[in-house]
Every structure is written in C-alpha cells, then in structure tokens.
C-alpha cells in the first residue's frame, strides 16, 4: 500500500485518508467512539494513552495512523504466541504487516528486516526484549518509523495486575525516535496506574482517551464456591456447543479442571506457564479455530485474544483485583452477543490469595497496594445493588441507572441483620484464641464433638454450640463476609488464622449493626444468541451454509475463521442476500482485499441457495 510520502499531514487530510482506509480495507464506513479524534492526534504526531475496553476497536487506532504516515509502524506486543495471529488477520485485509521474534528462523528474520529497510511493510509486530536489542535498535534508526504502538500498556506498571518487567525500559524509545509518535494502549487501568504508565513510558505531553468501560452485552454472575464443580456444570448448561474459557488459580487445578469436563463431553482443553510451548500453541490453535471449545487456564492464557464468539468466561477461583477480573471478562463478547461472566468465589479464595500477597517478594508499600485491590474486589462481590454500576464507579465512570443484566438486577439478593450472628461468631474467634480457621471455629459454634474440638478444650467454652441456627453453608458466608467487612482479618504466620481487627469491638459491643446478603443460587433466565433474534427457519440455514464455507476457507488459508468474516458480516449477508461485489461490499466488514479474495465464493454460495 502507498499512501502519504510525508508526515506532515493536515487534520482536514488525516480525516479524509483514515475514512477512505477504514472503508476500502476493513469494510467499515464509521469509527466508534472516539477512534476518529486518536487517529487524527497521533497520525498528527503527537503521544497519546488510550483505554479501551476489550472488543472497543483499540487496534485500528494504531494501525491506520500507521498506513497513513510514511514508514513502518512499530507494535510492541509481550506475546509472541499471539504475534502470528494477529499478523495473519492484517494480511487478509491486504496490509503489509509482519512480525519479528526467536519463532522465525534465521533466514525469516533476515527477510523481515530486510522488508523494513526497504519500505515494504506497513506493520511490524515486536516483542519488547527484541525491540530493545542494542543490534535491533541500531538497524531501526536508518529506518523511517511512523509511529511506535504500545499494546498492553499497563504491563509497565508495577501497579497494575500484570506487571511485566520487559517493559521496564521502554521509556528508551523516546530518546531513539524522538521525533516519532507513541501510543500506549490498554482495556484496564486505574488512575495511579495509568500515570505511571505515562511516566514509565516517558509519553510526551500525551492526551488521554477513556472510552466508557461498559460491556452492557455481558451479564455478570458472582456465586458463593458450595460444591464448585457442580455449580460450573450447571453454569455450562446454557452454553452447550459455546466457545468459553474457564480460569484456574494453580495449574494443577487447571489440567484437573480440563481433564473432568472432558470426562463430561466437553471438548476441554488446558492452557498454562507450565505446558511444553508447543502444546500450549497447538491448544491455543484449536480453540481459535473451532467452535465449542472450552479453554481452561491460568492467567497465562487471553491477553490479546481476538476470538470474538467467546460466549462466557468463568471463574473457579477468585481474580487478584477488579482490573484483572475486568480484563479477564472482557475476553467474552467482543462480537457484541449476549455473552456471561460467571464466578464463584469462598474465604479459602480469600486467604489464599491473601497469603500469596503476604509471600511474595514485592516491598509493603506494593503489598499493601495488592492487598487494597483485593478488598476492593471482594467489596464488589458482596454487593446488593446493580453489580454493573459498582464496576464501573471503581473505573470512575456513573451510571444513571441499574443495568438490569447481572445476578443482582435480575434477582434482588436478600438481605438480613446478621448483628447478632457476627457477634457470636467475633466471639468465638476470640474465645479459642485467633489461632484457628473459620472450619474450626464453625464446628465449635456448631457444637460438633469433633477429635480437634475435643483436643483443646474448645467443647467446654461458652460460644460451644450457640450457632446451631444455622448451617455449615450459613456461617461460612458469615466469616467470608465479615473478613470482606473488616471485621475479621487473616493471620498468614499464623496459617490462615482469623484475628479481630479494630473494628470487631464496636461489633461485639452492639455500638454497629451489620447487614448480611444471603447466598443465592444463579438467576434463571432464558438466554438468546444473536442468530435466533434475527434469523427465521430458513435464513438460519443460508446462515449455517455460509457458516460452513466460512470454516473450509478459514482452514485452506490456515487462519481462524473469524478472520475470513465475524458472524455479524455473515448474517448481514443472510438478511440483505447481495447479488453482486457492489452489494457485498457495502456490508459492514467487507473491504477490497476479502471481497477480491472471497467475494466469489460467498456470492456464489447465496445464488445457490437462493
């Protein structure tokens, strides 16, 4: 492709080429949201930091400015599994793009930089250990840059949820092309976290662009952890024959996870740090080629993801923070469809993921800073107002009203003063001594003659047996809650014990009331995907042929299928049946490139069925 000679370039101009771009190679005729004002800024030749959201587009705001400004523009991407992918889906819409990393050899790295020195590629996707190579950086200064993107950009904070320790020295890149425009982007990052990216970025002066941070398609579901495989399996019976990906905590549970729903006829497969790298790839493969495939992983496995079917995204452990739970969730419904993000979560999480905290090498002041993450998540999981509205305040954005699509909209929780429940439950810690876990202390409120009980006396104390009012289940959301409350906090040295906290006595002295949420089981609701609401008997199967030449294509020309057309570009054809190129190419998602390379096949296909 050639386009501007220079990058001195008018907005009235920049305008006029980014339109023309977005029409004839990706098949659009709008931008959303403000995706028209970053490209003029920093095609412009200004920095910038953009968030947003998973499926909000981030992509094009780096790649147009890249064909319309002279040069290659550089991607700094941390995953070089995902460089392929993301590389090949440029190539179909006819963009010079590449990428450079250790999976090419020799001779295929030569070829790459020797494309850049010529001016033959429009895109180059890099990692940033590559990037920053004395020999990488020493080649790329004779080259014309148009701009450098920074994808993930919240890896370079240490207060983030993904910290990536490449990224540290990023900030070199300003004074090596100091003349050249960079753009940070990211779907999650709170207000600390995004000035240090600024800083640690070394971003000139840039402007920020915050999208909304709303997914209204997805529906979020959060359940108290009771017999957790069980109540995935009842979760997963609305997404039969569904793209999904299900987050572990440990790779252990992973591979266990994987192996037991493929015992129950799920087509489920594994994904962590720990897989040989070629089983990781060939999975990962799978689940972006086909449909109905269920990804269980760790937190290894999504950034970057493009897979736009995803149905829902679960979670069988709790995440490490609101930015992670979000970025994780983000991954289901970027096609726009009703989609869910599902999650049940239980003290043992809590303390867990408390202790991993309190272990691990970072200084206390990033301690304490993950610790305030942490409670700032399991706040939002013990809420009883709109679920929705409460993720989006901590992003710092309002809602006028509840969403009407999360657990707590679509069945109200009840409530009940729990005042007295957390009192004898304060007073029992207190009486065996802040030395034992909420299952001990439940057994002696229980007044179970248990061998432990037995052991340290605990039968002969005054709060043995005063809880027989309620459940095993019942108590242990009262612990979970208190703990979320600040009544009760964790003591790692102590092997997860539970201690009071400076708040328990205003508690146990009856100077505070406490509100407690009853545990409820998942919301019933039909549930409806996009075809069923547009199509009827007989379209539906012109969409499932279209469908299936969808899939053969993708496969001859080794790419997921979504990449050939997104659903939504297949069931525009299913309802308006063009006749002609013209007519195709006035579908959302049909560029010049696709419509030469598929433009017969798909016309073809409806004549017949026509």
């Not at 269920?294 to 709790?318: C, E, N, Q, S, Y």
């Not at 970072?362 to 679920?387: M, S």
């Not at 100077?511 to 409806?528: C, M, Q, Y």
Request: proline fraction near 4%; glycine fraction near 8%; aromatic fraction near 8%.
């Amino acid at each position: 492709m050639e386009y501007a000679q220079n990058n001195t370039i008018a907005g009235s101009e920049i305008r006029s080429q980014a339109g023309e771009i977005l029409e004839r190679v990706y098949g659009y005729d709008s931008f959303r949201g403000s995706q028209a004002e970053i490209i003029e800024h920093v095609t412009g030749g200004a920095d910038a930091l953009v968030l947003m959201p998973t499926g909000g587009g981030k992509s094009v705001c780096y790649q147009i400015p890249s064909l319309i400004r002279s040069g290659v523009g550089l991607v700094v991407s941390p995953l070089i599994a995902l460089m392929q992918d993301q590389v090949q889906a440029l190539q179909q819409l006819g963009v010079r793009a590449a990428f450079l990393n250790s999976s090419l050899s020799g001779a295929d790295q030569a070829d790459v930089i020797e494309r850049v020195q010529r001016g033959q590629l429009d895109l180059l996707y890099v990692a940033p250990e590559r990037l920053l190579q004395p020999e990488t950086l020493n080649w790329l200064r004779a080259c014309r840059i148009a701009l450098i993107a920074i994808d993930e950009a919240h890896c370079v904070s240490s207060w983030g949820h993904d910290f990536r320790r490449d990224y540290l020295a990023l900030h070199q890149l300003a004074d090596v092309f100091p003349q050249t425009p960079r753009i940070a982007l990211t779907a999650t990052a709170d207000p600390r976290t995004r000035e240090d990216i600024v800083e640690r970025l070394a971003l000139a002066d840039p402007r920020i662009f915050v999208e909304g941070f709303d997914r209204p398609n997805i529906c979020y579901t959060v359940q108290h952890k009771r017999a957790p495989r069980d109540q995935l399996l009842q979760f997963l019976a609305d997404h039969q024959g569904e793209s999904g990906i299900v987050y572990c905590l440990s790779r252990k549970s992973v591979e266990a996870t994987a192996e037991w729903l493929y015992q129950q006829g799920f087509a489920a497969l594994p994904y962590h740090a720990g897989m040989d790298a070629d089983q990781r790839a060939a999975n990962q493969h799978r689940f972006l080629n086909h449909d109905a495939v269920i990804m269980v992983a760790t937190i290894a496995f999504g950034m970057g993801i493009d897979k736009p079917d995803v149905r829902f995204v679960a979670h069988m452990d709790l995440p490490k923070s609101v930015e992670a739970y979000y970025q994780e969730t983000g991954r289901a419904g970027r096609d726009g469809a009703p989609a869910d993000a599902w999650m049940v979560y239980g003290l043992q999480d809590v303390v867990r993921l408390a202790r991993m905290a309190d272990e691990s090498e970072a200084d206390e002041t990033h301690k304490r800073i993950e610790q305030t993450k942490l409670n700032g998540l399991l706040g939002w999981c013990e809420v009883t107002t709109c679920r929705r509205r409460h993720l989006l305040a901590y992003f710092g954005e309002t809602m006028s009203e509840d969403c009407g699509n999360c657990d707590v909209c679509l069945r109200p929780p009840v409530t009940w003063d729990g005042t007295e429940a957390g009192q004898k439950a304060l007073s029992c810690v207190y009486r065996t001594g802040q030395r034992f876990g909420a299952a001990h202390v439940i057994e002696v409120l229980r007044g179970q003659q248990t061998d432990k009980v037995k052991r340290f006396g605990h039968d002969a104390l005054s709060t043995f047996g005063i809880g027989t009012d309620l459940s095993d289940d019942q108590w242990r959301s009262v612990f979970r809650q208190l703990v979320v409350r600040g009544f009760l906090e964790v003591n790692h040295a102590r092997f997860g014990a539970l201690c009071l906290t400076g708040d328990s006595r205003g508690l146990l002295r009856g100077e505070t009331t406490l509100t407690l949420r009853e545990d409820a089981a998942r919301p019933k609701r039909k549930r409806v995907s996009k075809v069923d609401i547009v199509l009827e008997l007989e379209e539906e199967a012109l969409y499932e042929a279209l469908k299936t030449l969808r899939k053969t294509l993708a496969e001859a020309n080794g790419v997921p299928p979504y990449v050939i057309f997104h659903d939504a570009t297949l069931l525009q054809m299913t309802r308006e049946l063009p006749s002609s190129p013209a007519d195709l190419l006035r579908l959302s998602g049909v560029g010049q490139a696709k419509m030469q390379k598929y433009g017969d096949a798909f016309l073809n296909a409806i004549r017949e069925f026509s």
